[in-house]
């Protein structure tokens, strides 16, 4: 019992930062019908920035300029490289081609820039555990859990209860409708790409804490796991990243966990999970946990 629950800590905790790398996904595509595979180099991006500054300016120092300095860029390549269009389907896939593209010319720049090393972020919890009765939890997944909760909370706020979130709504339910009631398509853009590349370096951070060894030049591939969040909870539903998120997570979690159990799937199966979850829910549910039925003009 205590195995399980220290298993299901740990999901919970990977799920929570595994969220805030979906709701960039699904912010980006609500905004722009973008895929956006470049948000592994920027989350890569915002880890790398932390490592070199927490020296000179402190943990909060070094993570709110990464954070700042990510967002910006994720704006800056919106405006600058994929501004190609209006909302219309073959631009987006063009897009999103170009996202590819960009995302290798970051992670070869990062990668050469990283090397073989492990960078540590200087985060305040180091190798510190807490026990909880039974279970004994890293503070950087107790840290994870709660600061993901306030910082998605507050995104959902966001969404809520803002001028510019009620912008998005509209523009991404009908782009044309929305243009014509005055609202600011390139402003509401541009924000949501800075958004998602500002919670992709928050992300970072917990994802090169321990038990992790630090920041390597893959750890943007881990983003890739979120990507089969967004999709199972809808592409353009907040609330579906969030379950989709929670649930890859506790799939990873207990697969790794009970790999001995599990041996008959073979080795390493806990990082293809993700994707076998992905499958089996799209089978039964293809527009998503969330996700609506498209209208059809017939």
């Not at 919106?78 to 987006?92: F, H, I, K, N, V």
């Not at 966001?158 to 005055?182: H, I, P, Q």
């Not at 060894?213 to 969030?242: C, D, H, V």
């Not at 989709?244 to 697969?255: D, M, N, Q």
């Amino acid at each position: 019992m205590t195995g399980f629950l220290d298993h299901l800590l740990n999901g919970l905790a990977l799920g929570a930062v595994y969220a805030l790398v979906a709701l960039g996904f699904v912010v980006i595509f609500k905004a722009s019908g973008v895929l956006n595979f470049a948000h592994g180099s920027l989350l890569l991006l915002g880890g790398y920035l932390t490592a070199v500054l927490h020296d000179d300016l402190g943990f909060a120092g070094a993570l709110a300029a990464a954070v700042l300095v990510t967002g910006l860029v994720a704006g800056a390549m919106d405006r600058l490289l994929l501004r190609g269009g209006d909302r219309d389907p073959r631009a987006a896939h063009v897009q999103t081609i170009v996202t590819i593209g960009v995302d290798i010319v970051l992670v070869t720049d990062l990668a050469r820039r990283i090397g073989g090393d492990l960078l540590t972020l200087g985060d305040p919890w180091g190798d510190s555990v807490t026990e909880i009765g039974p279970v004994t939890v890293a503070d950087s997944r107790l840290a994870a859990i709660a600061v993901s909760a306030v910082v998605i909370g507050a995104v959902f706020a966001l969404f809520r209860y803002t001028a510019w979130g009620l912008s998005l709504r509209a523009s991404s339910e009908d782009l044309e409708a929305a243009a014509l009631m005055g609202v600011r398509l390139n402003r509401v853009r541009m924000l949501a790409w800075c958004l998602a590349g500002a919670l992709a370096a928050l992300a970072a951070v917990f994802l090169a804490a321990f038990p992790a060894p630090g920041l390597e030049r893959t750890t943007g591939q881990i983003a890739l796991k979120a990507f089969p969040a967004a999709i199972l909870g809808g592409m353009a539903s907040p609330p579906g990243a969030l379950a989709g998120s929670l649930l890859i997570g506790l799939t990873e979690a207990l697969v790794a966990g009970y790999q001995s159990e599990l041996h008959v799937l073979g080795e390493g199966f806990g990082d293809v999970a993700p994707y076998a979850v992905m499958v089996l829910v799209l089978l039964v549910r293809p527009t998503g946990l969330f996700g609506g039925k498209g209208a059809v003009r017939v």
